[in-house]
């Protein structure tokens, strides 16, 4: 753990000594008593925790300073075609390390039916490997996750909510403030990276903010690719490669990051 992260109601309240984050302070950073750490809030800010105490009877009390703002998320929310189980931990811990608002996962034409059934699809367990991607990189705020049945229930939220993420902000979609992307390799119009450098320079991207989809391991169908367009999205490519979807997510970000001069 880059940084250990308590809700609110757990600062002032004594952790169970078999909680893991007790067992990694006392195990692998070997901390006790009297010792700091670096510590945040979920969504809240970041700082140092002392151990006030630290033991099987009482478990773990602390005192945390805050000194920063624990690094806010970027203006970039993803639309994710619902991958294999296996790729999907990695896929989210990855693209929460870089920092996106949100991620929609969504059920595709083409995908396995099976996979928003696993017990991985819950929402709950989707924020646990979110938030591992955010502890990677020593940030509080964990982006926030969705599961829509398939691209048109997706799209339907997108355009009455917005591109809901974490901290209750939101990259608009139905007012078209916001640059939308699918990434496509069979009808793309152009390619990803020329499409964003026509698209304003890194402040004007921020403000602006992405949304980008990227399809499961089959790709679009041809329905899904109207659908997008009529919400109007931008069908871009990255290359002929075909490449996995965890690839695909982290290097689409990457790329959108880079436009915003984040990276």
């Known amino acids: 753990m880059n940084i250990v992260l308590f809700h609110p109601h757990e600062i002032d309240s004594p952790l169970p000594f078999a909680d893991p984050r007790v067992q990694h302070l006392q195990k ?42 624990g690094m806010p998320l970027h203006p970039v929310v993803l639309v994710i075609g619902f991958p294999r189980p296996i790729q999907l931990k990695r896929l989210l811990r990855d693209v929460a390390s ?39 990189a020593r940030s509080t705020h964990v982006p926030a996750v969705f599961v829509h049945r398939d691209v048109a229930a997706c799209l339907d939220a997108l355009g009455r909510d917005g591109a809901m993420g974490a901290d209750d ?45 990227i399809g499961s391991e089959r790709g679009w169908t041809a329905a899904e690719r109207q659908l997008f367009c009529e919400a109007g999205f931008t069908l871009c490519s990255m290359g002929q490669r075909v490449l996995r979807t965890e690839t695909a997510a982290t290097t689409a970000t990457a790329i959108i990051l880079s436009h915003m001069e984040i990276l």
Not at 33 to 43: I, L
Not at 110 to 120: A, F, H, P, R, V
Not at 195 to 213: K, M, T
């Open 28 to 69: 692998v950073l070997r901390k006790g008593s009297g010792d700091s750490f670096v510590a945040g809030m979920v969504n809240g800010p970041a700082g140092e925790a002392r151990i006030l105490s630290l033991s099987a009877e009482e478990g773990l009390r602390i005192q945390f300073s805050a000194t920063s703002d």
């Open 98 to 136: 870089l920092g996106v608002q949100a991620v929609h996962l969504c059920g595709t034409e083409l995908g396995e039916k099976s996979y928003l059934k696993s017990t991985l699809s819950q929402e709950s367990e989707l924020a646990a490997m979110l938030q591992d991607g955010s502890i990677q």
């Open 169 to 213: 902000t939101s990259v608009t979609v139905a007012g078209n403030s916001s640059i939308t992307v699918a990434l496509d390799n069979v009808a793309p119009t152009c390619s990803l990276n020329s499409f964003l450098s026509g698209c304003g320079g890194g402040l004007e991207l921020r403000g602006r903010g992405v949304v980008a989809a």
